[in-house]
């Protein structure tokens, strides 16, 4: 009787592809660079604070930081504040803190979600920070830095991680594509990176999907939008269209249609964002077709390039400006259409 096949451990690309070395970390070299300072001279603060976007790099950049000064796994301890946020998991830690590492010179601390901690486990865990011992060092991780409160905050080294910006995440997609074995349109590469919101870790959960469904090896813009649930590029050309020409019935019908057809709206809006802001670029920046050609592909911008033009007037940084509004107001809207209905009749309707 053949064995069954033994389980195999799922797959994470943003896992497989973490980087592990200072050198590999992309977009955030205003952190890169100091820390590999420190380590160079030896001059390591007892604790950081890195605060950023989910999706940074935050806790990729601790491990980093903990094997760059010779720590090993043993003595790297992760602990989830989301999850394990009161005082009696501080006090726990604070007492494996009093305790030597076993091969290593220091032991490391990584406290995720740090944010989440109660004010009594704050408390606790101030004691800790004020006289560290020397074989000890923090490393807070957090997307609410403001939730952290000053005392904290004040004794450690603060880094602040910037979101990673759509050309790195758009070549992070062809890259890791082509290591899966897979060719991705520029075209789509781009859409998986706009959907990724600047996030390393989503935008690699998007790819992921994308090469899970895909029985080519390579991926279309089409396959794509289908995966994500993103409008066809025809379908946001003509509502831009119907922008351009200041008819809000038929933008209002192709957004219906299109959110009916199971897309949602934010998404929409956002594909939407994404070509209005380089049909302005194209109008007051000319010299960055090239640029945006590679980014798009050059239908788009053939098109794009009709919207810059006189004809395209209707679409203008007012629009963008309202547009932007709608899109942050989406999440709090009865009905996620709503602010962009409202947007459209603000910037090219009536007041009333």
């Known amino acids: 009787m053949a064995k069954k096949d033994e389980a195999r451990a799922p797959r994470a690309l943003y896992r497989e592809y973490r980087p592990s070395a200072f050198n590999e970390v992309l977009g955030q070299g205003q952190v890169t660079s100091v820390l590999k300072a420190a380590i160079e001279k030896d001059e390591l603060a007892h604790a950081y604070l890195f605060a950023g976007g989910r999706g940074t790099g935050k806790t990729s950049m601790a491990r980093i930081l903990a094997h760059a000064a010779g720590t090993d796994d043993q003595d790297i301890y992760e602990m989830d504040a989301a999850s394990n946020r009161g005082i009696d998991e501080i006090r726990e830690l604070r007492d494996g803190v009093a305790t030597l590492p076993f091969n290593s010179r220091y032991k490391f601390y990584i406290i995720d979600e740090a944010h989440a901690l109660t004010k009594d486990a704050w408390g606790a865990f101030l004691k800790t920070l004020e006289e560290p011992p020397a074989h000890a060092i923090f490393v807070l991780a957090t997307t609410e830095l403001d939730r952290v409160p000053d005392t904290i905050a004040s004794r450690c080294q603060v880094f602040r991680f910037a979101k990673p910006t759509h050309e790195i995440l758009k070549k992070l997609v062809i890259d890791i594509a082509k290591k899966e074995g897979a060719a991705i349109a520029p075209a789509a590469a781009e859409l998986v990176a706009l959907m990724g919101q600047g996030s390393f870790r989503d935008t690699l959960g998007i790819l992921q999907k994308v090469l899970t469904v895909s029985k080519d090896k390579t991926l279309s813009e089409e396959e794509v939008a289908k995966v994500v649930g993103a409008p066809q590029a025809k379908v946001v050309h003509e509502f831009l269209e119907a922008l351009a020409a200041k008819k809000i019935d038929d933008a209002l019908s192709i957004l219906g249609k299109a959110v009916a057809s199971g897309i949602e709206a934010n998404v929409f809006l956002l594909l939407v964002l994404s ?78």
């Not at 007051?284 to 077709?289: D, G, L, W």
């Not at 810059?308 to 400006?321: M, P, V």
């Open 275 to 352: 070509k209005i802001r380089a049909t302005l670029l194209l109008r007051y920046a000319p010299k960055m077709e090239g640029e945006l050609v590679e980014q798009l592909g050059g239908d788009d911008v053939a098109l794009l390039k009709k919207l810059a033009a006189k004809e395209g007037a209707a679409i203008n940084s007012t629009l963008l400006s309202e547009l932007i509004t709608a899109y942050i107001e989406m999440n709090r809207a009865p009905e996620p259409s709503i602010p962009l209905e409202l947007a459209l009749y603000r910037a090219l309707g009536s007041t009333q």
